[in-house]
C-alpha cells in the first residue's frame, strides 16, 4: 500500500504529562502518594492519597489510535492502553473486543502486518523514552520476537514495504548518530540488513516505492517550510533531486506515485500560503492542484492501492475535514458521519473500499473510524471509556481571536470553567510545543478537572510560529524575532483583562518542550502579571539546547531557532535566555523533565532550577529517570497531575497545599 501522511500533532506536554509513582509503607498519619525510586522529587508537599481518590474519574480514559490494516481481512491494528502503556491490539469487527498481541512495559505505538499473509507483526519501540527506536518482529505463531535492527544508541523507522511484500526500506541514524541513511531488509531474514545510501543531515525519509520496486522516493526536510523531493536507485543507491525549487522555498509533503510510476501525489506550498494536494510530474514539471479552492493546509492523505481514489484531510482553524477524491473524475465528496473534530491518521485498506481514520473531539477521546468509500457510510469501529466521565458534561471550546502588539490577528481555544462557577475565574494559559505545532480542539483529559472541579478556564494559544494559518504565520517568529511571540502572549494576558468572565489577577502560564521555553520567557517578563508557572521539558538557553540536543536535530533546530555560532545570534541567545534572566522570575515555578529527553535535555531543567534556586526563588521539581520527551505511562501520567492540582490549588487558586 502507498501511504503517505504529513500531519502534524502538537505537543500536549503541560496538564497531561506525568512522573511516576509507586506504593510504599505509609508512615503514621494521613495516607500519601509515594514517588517511585525513579524521581527526583524537590519541593514539592507531600500528596495525600485522598487526592487521588477525588480526582480518579478523571485519570482513567483512553484512547484507541489506528495503526494499520490487516493485508487480507477488513481489521484493523489499533493503539491502546490496558495497563500502564499503549500496546498493539487487533479489533476484527466494528465495535468488536480488542485483542492484545504486544506486552512490553514500555509503549508500542507503531506496527505493521506482514503484507504477504499476517504471519508476523512488525514494530518499533524504544526505552525509557529516549527515541532510540528499534525495529522488531513478532512471529505470531511462536510469539518469539526479533530484534531487527542495529540496537544501540540509533533511530530507526518510518519503514515501507516494497509492493511485492519481501522488503521494507526504512532510515536510521546507525552510521554516525547524526546523518539518517536509507537501509533495506527483509524483516524475514535480518541478515538481509544492507546500507542503500549515506545521507547527509537527519531530515531524510522514506515516502514511496516506485510501482516496479526499482526507485525509491524520498523526502528531505530541512525546516517546516524548506524540504526536497529525491529518487534513488535500489541497485546503485545513486540518488536524483527532483524538485527544481532552487531557492528552497517550498515545503514537499509527502508523497506517492501514480500507479503507472510518471506522476507523483504530494502536498507542496509552491506559490501558495497553504499546503494544496497536487499531481506532479517531475519530468515535465508540470504540477496540478487538486485542493486550490480550498484555503487550508491539506494535513494528510493517502491513494488507494489501485490509484484510484485519494482520501485527504484539511486543517480548517484547527478543525479536521475528510475528503475523498476521484482520480478518473477529478471529484471529490466530504466524508460525513465523523465527529467535528481532529483527525489523526486516514488510510486505505488494500481493497481501495474502506478507509479508516483516528479522531478525537472535546469531549471524546481518539477512536477509529471506517468509511465504506462505495456506499459513504462511516462505522464507529472503537468506543474508549471515558473513566467514569461523562461526555455532555464536558465543555466545549471557543475558537477565540486578539490583535498582538503589531496588529497580528492570533487565535486560540478557550475551554471555559463549568458553568455553576460565577464570577470572573482563573485561567490557566497552555502553550503548544513546537513552535511547528498548533492548540486544537482535542480531548483534553485529565485538564476536565481544572474546568469541572475547580473552576478554572483554560486557554490555548497558537502564537506566531504555529501552523496552520500559512507559510508567513509560521515565519514570524524565526531566529531574531523570537521575542515577538513572547509579546504575542502579552497581548492574551491584555486580552483576558478584558473580559468580564475571566480573572487578570490569577494566571498561570504552562507549557512544554518549547512550550516550556514560552512558559519561562513568560515568567521572567511577566511576573507581576501571574501567579505561578509550570514548565515541562522546557528550553532554558537556546545556544546549551543546541549544544547538547541530539546530533540528527541540532541543523533542523538552528534553521528555526537561529545558529549559535555567528556572532549576532549568540548574543541575541544571551539577551532572551530564561537562564540569563531567571532573577526576574519571582512567582512560584514548577519544573517537570524526563532524564532520558533526546530532544530537550535533562540540562536545560537542571540550570534553569539551579539558577532560580539559588536567587531564592520557590522550585518544585521533578524529574523520572525512566521518561523522555513526554511522559507515557499511566503511574507516572497520574502522578504529576496529583502535583500539578496541589500547584495549582496552592498558587493559583491560593489555597494552601
Not at 64 to 90: C, K, M, Y
Not at 103 to 127: S, Y
Not at 220 to 247: F, H, N, P, Q, Y
Not at 559 to 578: S, T
Amino acid at each position: 500500500m502507498r501511504r503517505c501522511f504529513v500531519f502534524r500533532v502538537p505537543i500536549g506536554f503541560a496538564l497531561g504529562i506525568a512522573l511516576a509513582s509507586a506504593p510504599a509503607e505509609e508512615p503514621p498519619g494521613p495516607a500519601l502518594v509515594r514517588p517511585a525510586d525513579t524521581l527526583v522529587v524537590e519541593g514539592i508537599p507531600p500528596i495525600p492519597a485522598a487526592l487521588a481518590d477525588e480526582v480518579r474519574r478523571y485519570t482513567e480514559s483512553r484512547s484507541a489510535t489506528f495503526v494499520g490494516w490487516h493485508p487480507d481481512r477488513v481489521e484493523l491494528l489499533v493503539s491502546t492502553r490496558f495497563a500502564a502503556t499503549n500496546q498493539i491490539h487487533d479489533v476484527r469487527t466494528a465495535g468488536g473486543a480488542r485483542r492484545q498481541l504486544t506486552f512490553f512495559a514500555e509503549p508500542v505505538t507503531v506496527a505493521d502486518w506482514d503484507p504477504g499473509g499476517a504471519a508476523f507483526l512488525l514494530f518499533a519501540r524504544d526505552t525509557g523514552g529516549d527515541e532510540f527506536t528499534q525495529l522488531y518482529r513478532m512471529d505470531i505463531d511462536t510469539g518469539v520476537v526479533t530484534r531487527l535492527s542495529d540496537g544501540g544508541r540509533s533511530q530507526n523507522g518510518g519503514w515501507k514495504w516494497s509492493h511485492d511484500g519481501r522488503r521494507i526500506a526504512y532510515t536510521s541514524t546507525r552510521r554516525n548518530g547524526v546523518d539518517r541513511d536509507v537501509w533495506v531488509m527483509d524483516p524475514r531474514d535480518p541478515a538481509t540488513d544492507r546500507l542503500l545510501a549515506e545521507l547527509p543531515g537527519g531530515g531524510w525519509s522514506v515516502l514511496d516505492w516506485s510501482p516496479d520496486d526499482s526507485r525509491l522516493l524520498l523526502g528531505e526536510s530541512l525546516s517546516v517550510s524548506r524540504s526536497r523531493c529525491w529518487l534513488i536507485d535500489m541497485k546503485t543507491g545513486e540518488k536524483t533531486r527532483l524538485d527544481d525549487d532552487a531557492a528552497g522555498q517550498v515545503a514537499w509533503r509527502g508523497g506517492s506515485f501514480t500507479p503507472d510510476g510518471r506522476s507523483i501525489w504530494i502536498t507542496c506550498d509552491k506559490g501558495a500560503e497553504f499546503a494544496r494536494l497536487v499531481k506532479w510530474t517531475p519530468a515535465t514539471g508540470t504540477i496540478e492542484p487538486v485542493t486550490a479552492d480550498i484555503p487550508w493546509d491539506v494535513e494528510a492523505f493517502d491513494l488507494a492501492d489501485d490509484g484510484r481514489r485519494l482520501c485527504f484531510v484539511t486543517n480548517e482553524a484547527g478543525v479536521s475535514r475528510a475528503w475523498i477524491h476521484d482520480v478518473a473524475t477529478a471529484t471529490r465528496r466530504a466524508v460525513d458521519g465523523l465527529p467535528q473534530g481532529v483527525i489523526g491518521e486516514c488510510r486505505w485498506h488494500r481493497d481501495g473500499r474502506h478507509v479508516a481514520f483516528s479522531v478525537t473531539a472535546a469531549r471524546t477521546p481518539a477512536d477509529v473510524f471506517v468509511c465504506d468509500a462505495d456506499t459513504a457510510r462511516v462505522e464507529r469501529w472503537t468506543e474508549s471509556e471515558l473513566g467514569g466521565l461523562v461526555a455532555e458534561s464536558l465543555v466545549d471550546p471557543e475558537l477565540i481571536t486578539w490583535k498582538s502588539f503589531d496588529g497580528v490577528e492570533l487565535s486560540g481555544f478557550l475551554y471555559p470553567a463549568a458553568a455553576r462557577f460565577t464570577g470572573r475565574r482563573p485561567v490557566i494559559v497552555s502553550i503548544h510545543g513546537g513552535p511547528e505545532g498548533q492548540s486544537r480542539p482535542t480531548f483534553q483529559g485529565r485538564s476536565n478537572y481544572f474546568m469541572n472541579e475547580l473552576g478554572v478556564a483554560l486557554i490555548q494559544p497558537n502564537v506566531r510560529g504555529s501552523t496552520g494559518y500559512g507559510r508567513s504565520f509560521v515565519a514570524l517568529d524565526d531566529v531574531l524575532k523570537r521575542e515577538d511571540a513572547v509579546r504575542d502572549i502579552e497581548a492574551l494576558l491584555d486580552w483576558i483583562a478584558a473580559r468580564p468572565d475571566l480573572d487578570p489577577d490569577r494566571v498561570m502560564i504552562t507549557g512544554g518542550s518549547y512550550g516550556g521555553f514560552m512558559t519561562l520567557a513568560c515568567a521572567a517578563s511577566f511576573a507581576d502579571r501571574i501567579r505561578c508557572a509550570l514548565d515541562v521539558v522546557g528550553i532554558s538557553h537556546f545556544r546549551t539546547f543546541l549544544r547538547n540536543t541530539e546530533g540528527y536535530r541540532r541543523d533542523l533546530r538552528r534553521v528555526e531557532y537561529g545558529d549559535e555560532r555567528l556572532p549576532e545570534v549568540a548574543a541575541f541567545f544571551e539577551r532572551i535566555a530564561p537562564l540569563n534572566n531567571a532573577a526576574r522570575i519571582t512567582k512560584p515555578l514548577f519544573i517537570v523533565q524526563g532524564a532520558n529527553d533526546p530532544r530537550v535535555p535533562a540540562s536545560e531543567a537542571e540550570q534553569m532550577v539551579a539558577k532560580v534556586r539559588g536567587n531564592g526563588g520557590p522550585v518544585w521539581y521533578l524529574c523520572a529517570r525512566d521518561e523522555g520527551h513526554g511522559f507515557r505511562k499511566k503511574p507516572n501520567v497520574d502522578f504529576q497531575f496529583y502535583a500539578t492540582v496541589m500547584f495549582v490549588r496552592a498558587h493559583l487558586l491560593g489555597d494552601a497545599p
